[in-house]
């Protein structure tokens, strides 16, 4: 399975997310002064089995109870509809960094219903960045020869300015991303200056506002609902404050207002917490029903799928089918767990495979094997199948696939309670760190503007500094870095003076 590679060491995506969720179950503690163990964490609504479970085991890596895992528009449609006393049928619109989520829901006077979830996992407004990257790193390619996206430092400052583009053309009709000092050649140091208008930006993310389009007719088609019918349009995540996006929403849902009425960026939370809130009894009277967001079967003997739970249907549920063997006198089933609307097996996610042994033989056709799927509250997917004849029974938690069990969870939560302590030490240390890289990159980019007009004896002193703190950051020596950005600033104070 995946990893992440951090340093020399490499993380799964588990434990990764689960540093996350341990800092902020730190700070929470700091804020209430009591301890934190139970959580609600919040998903994209189109999150596979696999995801939710993995985002699960996070929390529990990290020291939390995870009580609920919830969508994120379902989340937002929590906080926005708690007060509404008359029925409403709303869409949901959950535009975020990495993620696009729709849900068609009915709410009021305390009940919510989620009716239909679509979206698309890879579209964010990362995506609308990484345009602006593209087409400043080209045109500065064109210009110079150089390719920014090369350069580590170069990129992280180039990605810092894009993302403030994209804020500044929400409101303004055109933007300049300037970075001086960017990178240096032999001809000296380069700087980027780019003026970037709104309507080339758009231009730019024309597919991408086409695939905001084709979600939002897949949500309309699936909850089978008029227009006439839509009372609110919510607005949730950052990138909604996109002009182009808003327009699509308008014109897609037929409506001139969009509900911009809760804080698109705390919205979910305020979800989160309002749940938080109905799980530990601190608020009556409301009901939540949340739906599938995949369609769930098995494969058949001929290479097709047989289809157990569709899509937005209603959860928890359960269900059960009949199979039988497709072959003489025998004694074992293959059961692929299946995820995905495809009507061919291989087009769909194979969650799972296993085998249910001990059938007794007989004439193909004649066992009777009832498979059963079970999917709970957090959208987490059990299969059993049993041999109606014998009892024999194999029960798998599909989201084992995803390459942790148990032992390995246990583990990793031994790891994590055991880092702890150590928590403000690492933030003091990634702190300085980069800080330490601030100045390093700062420095070495002085230093080659600067070193003709400099006495040699200096140049060399500070060179053999910055050549001694980029081996301290490497090796991560805490008070190496200390003490040699304490040396770097007796040098440049003087040179400071004198410049």
Same mark, same amino acid.
């Given at each position: 399975?995946?990893?992440?590679?951090?340093?020399?060491?490499?993380?799964?995506?588990?434990?990764?997310?689960? /540093?996350? =969720?341990?800092? *902020? $179950?730190?700070? @929470?503690?700091?804020?209430?002064? !009591?301890?934190?163990? %139970?959580?609600?964490?919040?998903?994209?609504?189109?999150?596979?089995?696999?995801?939710?479970?993995?985002?699960?085991?996070?929390?529990?890596?990290?020291?939390?109870?995870?009580?609920?895992?919830?969508?994120?528009?379902?989340?937002?449609?929590?906080?926005?509809?708690?007060?509404?006393?008359?029925?409403?049928?709303?869409?949901?619109?959950?535009?975020?960094?990495?993620?696009?989520?729709?849900?068609?829901?009915?709410?009021?006077?305390?009940?919510?219903?989620?009716?239909?979830?679509?979206?698309?996992?890879?579209?964010?407004?990362?995506?609308?960045?990484?345009?602006?990257?593209?087409?400043?790193?080209?045109?500065?390619?064109?210009?110079?020869?150089?390719?920014?996206?090369?350069?580590? /430092?170069? =990129?992280?400052? *180039? $990605?810092?300015? @894009?993302?403030?583009?994209?804020? !500044?053309?929400?409101? %303004?009709?055109?933007?300049?991303?300037?970075?001086?000092?960017?990178?240096?050649?032999?001809?000296?140091?380069?700087?980027?200056?780019?003026?970037?208008?709104?309507?080339?930006?758009?231009?730019?993310?024309?597919?991408?506002?086409?695939?905001?389009?084709?979600?939002?007719?897949?949500?309309?088609?699936?909850?089978?609902?008029?227009?006439?019918?839509?009372?609110?349009?919510?607005?949730?995540?950052?990138?909604?404050?996109?002009?182009?996006?808003?327009?699509?929403?308008?014109?897609?849902?037929?409506?001139?207002?969009?509900?911009?009425?809760?804080?698109?960026?705390?919205?979910?939370?305020?979800?989160?917490?309002?749940?938080?809130?109905?799980?530990?009894?601190?608020?009556?009277?409301?009901?939540?029903?949340?739906?599938?967001?995949?369609?769930?079967?098995?494969?058949?003997?001929?290479?097709?799928?047989?289809?157990?739970?569709?899509?937005?249907?209603?959860?928890?549920?359960?269900?059960?089918?009949?199979?039988?063997?497709?072959?003489?006198?025998?004694?074992?089933?293959?059961?692929?767990?299946?995820?995905?609307?495809?009507?061919?097996?291989?087009?769909?996610?194979?969650?799972?495979?296993?085998?249910?042994?001990?059938?007794?033989?007989?004439?193909?056709?004649?066992?009777?094997?009832?498979?059963?799927?079970?999917?709970?509250?957090?959208?987490?997917?059990?299969?059993?199948?049993?041999?109606?004849?014998?009892?024999?029974?194999?029960?798998?938690?599909?989201?084992?696939?995803?390459?942790?069990?148990?032992?390995?969870?246990?583990?990793?939560?031994?790891?994590?309670?055991?880092?702890?302590?150590?928590?403000?030490?690492?933030?003091?240390?990634?702190?300085?760190?980069?800080?330490?890289?601030?100045?390093?990159?700062?420095?070495?980019?002085?230093?080659?503007?600067?070193?003709?007009?400099?006495?040699?004896?200096?140049?060399?002193?500070?060179?053999?500094?910055?050549?001694?703190?980029?081996?301290?950051?490497?090796?991560?020596?805490?008070?190496?870095?200390?003490?040699?950005?304490?040396?770097?600033?007796?040098?440049?104070?003087?040179?400071?003076?004198?410049?």
């Amino acid at each position: 399975f995946v990893q992440i590679r951090v340093g020399k060491k490499r993380y799964t995506p588990q434990e990764s997310s689960a /540093m996350i =969720l341990g800092e *902020l $179950k730190r700070l @929470a503690e700091l804020y209430l002064d !009591e301890p934190v163990d %139970r959580a609600v964490i919040t998903v994209p609504a189109h999150f596979n089995d696999s995801q939710r479970q993995a985002t699960k085991d996070a929390g529990e890596i990290a020291g939390l109870t995870v009580e609920r895992i919830i969508n994120e528009p379902t989340a937002a449609a929590l906080a926005y509809g708690l007060d509404q006393k008359e029925d409403k049928r709303i869409i949901v619109f959950d535009f975020g960094g990495g993620t696009f989520d729709l849900s068609a829901m009915e709410i009021g006077d305390g009940f919510f219903r989620v009716v239909a979830v679509h979206g698309n996992t890879h579209l964010g407004g990362d995506d609308f960045d990484q345009r602006i990257i593209d087409v400043v790193a080209d045109d500065f390619r064109r210009k110079e020869r150089i390719d920014l996206r090369h350069d580590p /430092m170069a =990129l992280q400052r *180039l $990605k810092e300015a @894009a993302v403030q583009a994209k804020h !500044e053309l929400s409101h %303004r009709p055109e933007t300049m991303l300037m970075l001086p000092f960017i990178c240096v050649d032999g001809e000296g140091p380069k700087h980027v200056q780019y003026n970037l208008e709104r309507t080339r930006f758009d231009s730019l993310c024309t597919d991408l506002y086409d695939d905001v389009r084709e979600c939002c007719k897949a949500l309309l088609n699936e909850a089978c609902w008029a227009f006439k019918d839509i009372s609110d349009v919510v607005m949730v995540g950052g990138a909604t404050r996109i002009p182009m996006v808003q327009q699509v929403a308008r014109e897609l849902f037929e409506t001139e207002e969009l509900n911009k009425s809760i804080n698109p960026d705390e919205v979910v939370a305020l979800g989160a917490a309002t749940l938080g809130g109905i799980l530990q009894g601190d608020l009556k009277m409301v009901s939540l029903m949340d739906v599938t967001s995949q369609q769930l079967g098995v494969e058949t003997v001929k290479g097709g799928t047989s289809t157990l739970i569709a899509k937005n249907t209603p959860i928890p549920m359960t269900t059960t089918k009949i199979f039988s063997t497709p072959r003489n006198n025998q004694t074992s089933v293959p059961i692929n767990v299946l995820e995905g609307m495809a009507e061919r097996a291989k087009l769909n996610r194979s969650l799972a495979e296993f085998q249910l042994m001990g059938i007794p033989k007989a004439a193909r056709g004649v066992p009777q094997i009832a498979v059963e799927f079970a999917i709970d509250a957090n959208g987490i997917l059990k299969v059993t199948a049993t041999d109606k004849d014998t009892g024999a029974s194999r029960k798998v938690k599909v989201s084992d696939s995803v390459g942790l069990d148990k032992n390995e969870i246990e583990r990793m939560k031994i790891v994590a309670a055991n880092h702890d302590n150590e928590a403000e030490i690492r933030v003091e240390m990634a702190d300085m760190r980069n800080h330490a890289e601030g100045v390093l990159h700062d420095l070495t980019k002085w230093l080659e503007f600067n070193h003709k007009m400099m006495n040699p004896r200096a140049v060399d002193q500070l060179s053999k500094a910055l050549k001694k703190l980029e081996k301290r950051i490497k090796n991560g020596e805490k008070f190496g870095i200390r003490n040699t950005l304490k040396k770097l600033d007796e040098i440049m104070t003087p040179l400071r003076k004198t410049g």
